[in-house]
């Protein structure tokens, strides 16, 4: 999972956190001292970020020793040790705190992914993210939601034609959408995915006939809105030809109604635009001599 992209996330955050330098520890640290520590789960919780956290002490000192006493995607409970730190004190204090903010965020989006995903356990449906996350954290936000046990939608722009409302108003018609997009593969550009956002059934009819006629292959069809009875038309209308996708105004109140209407996916941005953070936090303790 891990990208050079994400590897200069890291250390971008630790330059806007570290600056010139940690002068907290500096001044009040002396810098013989050896310390270990450990972070602790303040909450039960689905764990993420452990390898993130271990990329930034190895940032901040190498001769940090960093111990994942449980791994990425495990279930913690409140009061558990997860990691295990030892090495010179300031160099741990001074990567303590974009360690833990790592780990939190993501630990509480696989939180949610995995209270989702289990909502919807023996519907067959898989839960989705979207692209609504927080801007340069999308991959390790994805992260968690796989490590979570959901399902990662398209990571950005470019690896999926997704056909929403605004695409179909600016071209004119769903039709005249679907025929620019079979022009677009046409004139050689990349096949990737192509998902298709309809709003009404009329709507979902006009996007499988336009598709048929220009010999366009649609990956799924997203349903934009729909009720769970309203899904449940869609998903006896499609009867199994294509895959079909609920989005819009859900969250853990209504998720399984939709799973249970027989759609195969359902997208929440909840796992990524409004998440709680799971509570985390390092305790140090001295190393004694031998």
């Known amino acids: 999972m891990w990208t050079q992209a994400m590897k200069r996330a890291v250390e971008w955050a ?17 810098n013989e001292m ?8 303040k909450e039960d919780g689905v764990l993420a970020g452990v390898e993130v956290a271990r990329h930034v002490f190895d940032l901040v000192d190498a001769s940090v020793s960093f111990e994942a ?13 997860v ?10 204090l001074s990567a303590e705190r974009l360690a833990l903010n790592f ?31 927080t801007p340069g954290l999308r991959a390790f936000e994805k992260w968690a939601v796989a490590l979570g046990g959901g399902t990662n939608h ?44 309809v709003r009404s059934m009329e709507e979902l009819r006009e996007a499988r006939q336009a598709a048929s006629e220009v010999g366009l292959k649609l990956t799924r069809l997203l349903l934009d809105n729909f009720t769970p009875d309203q899904a449940r038309e869609a998903v006896d ?28 996916f359902v ?11 799971l509570d985390l936090s390092l305790k140090s303790q001295p190393v004694l001599p031998a």
């Open 14 to 30: 630790l330059e806007e956190d570290l600056g010139s330098g940690d002068c907290t520890s500096l001044s009040s640290v002396p």
């Open 69 to 81: 006493l449980r791994p990425d995607g495990a279930h913690v409970a409140f009061g558990e040790a």
């Open 237 to 264: 209308e499609v009867a199994g030809a294509l895959p079909l996708e609920a989005s819009g105004g859900i969250d853990l109140t209504n998720l399984r109604d939709y799973g249970q209407a027989g759609v195969d």
């Open 83 to 92: 990691v295990k730190v030892k090495g010179p004190a300031r160099s741990i």
């Open 267 to 277: 997208s929440m941005g909840a796992l990524t635009h409004s998440v709680k953070s």
């Open 103 to 133: 780990m939190q965020r993501m630990s509480g989006v696989a939180t949610m992914a995995n209270r989702a995903q289990a909502l919807l356990e023996g519907t067959g449906a898989r839960v989705l993210d979207t692209r609504k996350t």
């Open 34 to 41: 050896v310390h270990q520590g450990f972070i602790l789960a």
């Open 154 to 197: 398209r990571m950005g722009l470019y690896d999926m034609v997704l056909i929403k409302d605004n695409h179909v108003d600016y071209a004119g018609s769903m039709t005249a959408a679907l025929r620019g997009v079979h022009r677009y593969f046409e004139g050689g550009a990349e096949r990737v995915p192509v998902v298709v956002e």
